[in-house]
């Protein structure tokens, strides 16, 4: 999803925020939505109810966008075609190659080749991964 509202510092965040666990919701330790939910809190000032996803996955977040006003304010829902830059958000849906339960991160260094560089969590704290787009 690309950002309707321009941020400040998009690239201190990133810096701020990586190597450190974020569960924001307390629920099942430090998930990808954290990351998500602290992204949206901290950028855009949403609360932590306007974060939640609907399914109880983080694809929800973008199959059923917008899933409340003030993300849909916030946020744009993009098509594959899309080329993700520097705090964009991306989903992966049910059944990608690389997180099949479906998976959310924040874009840090865009599109190299085949693969994205971003900011993701799970089970570990944030970190640069590149993955297939």
């Not at 939640?52 to 409340?68: D, H, K, L, S």
């Amino acid at each position: 999803m690309g950002y309707t509202v321009i941020m400040v510092d998009i690239q201190s965040w990133l810096e701020r925020t990586q190597n450190q666990y974020w569960d924001m919701d307390g629920a099942y330790g430090a998930q990808c939505w954290d990351l998500w939910a602290k992204y949206c809190m901290d950028n855009y000032n949403l609360s932590l109810g306007d974060c939640i996803t609907p399914t109880g996955y983080a694809e929800g977040n973008y199959t059923m966008f917008p899933t409340t006003s003030a993300v849909g304010r916030v946020f744009e829902k993009k098509d594959a075609d899309y080329t993700p830059g520097m705090g964009d958000v991306v989903f992966w849906r049910f059944g990608s190659q690389n997180y099949p339960g479906s998976h959310v991160a924040i874009v840090w260094g865009g599109i190299q080749g085949n693969d994205i560089d971003v900011l993701t969590q799970n089970r570990r704290p944030p970190y640069i991964n590149c993955c297939r787009s």
